[in-house]
């Protein structure tokens, strides 16, 4: 029996290979949220059971342009209640960013 295959000459056609996906601005008209629009997650993040904890965290994040794995990764020994001040290690670039807080309102 005699396999079916045979020898073919190789093809040096470089084809280039097109872009699937969109840029983001095809998608959508703006990267950030709005105030008011941070103002209603904040409202819904305080309905849950840790919701003052929540809502804070947004609020930290939206000031202070934290990423959301830089906010999660916060420990207790990164804060300084007697200076208000707030250290952070960023993912990005990896330089340490330090925040002061000052006396403010609880509202945008």
């Not at 005699?2 to 073919?8: A, D, G, H, S, Y």
Request: charged share 25%.
């Amino acid at each position: 029996m005699k396999p079916n295959l045979r020898i073919v000459a190789p093809s040096t056609e470089n084809r280039t290979v097109t872009p699937r996906r969109r840029p983001n601005a095809a998608y959508r008209t703006r990267e950030h949220l709005t105030a008011g629009e941070i103002e209603k997650l904040i409202t819904a993040a305080g309905a849950n059971r840790w919701g003052h904890r929540d809502a804070t965290m947004i609020l930290v994040a939206y000031r202070h342009g934290l990423r959301a794995s830089e906010l999660t990764d916060l420990r207790w020994d990164q804060i300084d209640f007697s200076g208000a001040v707030l250290h952070v290690r960023r993912v990005k670039r990896g330089t340490p960013a330090t925040i002061r807080f000052l006396a403010m309102k609880c509202g945008l």
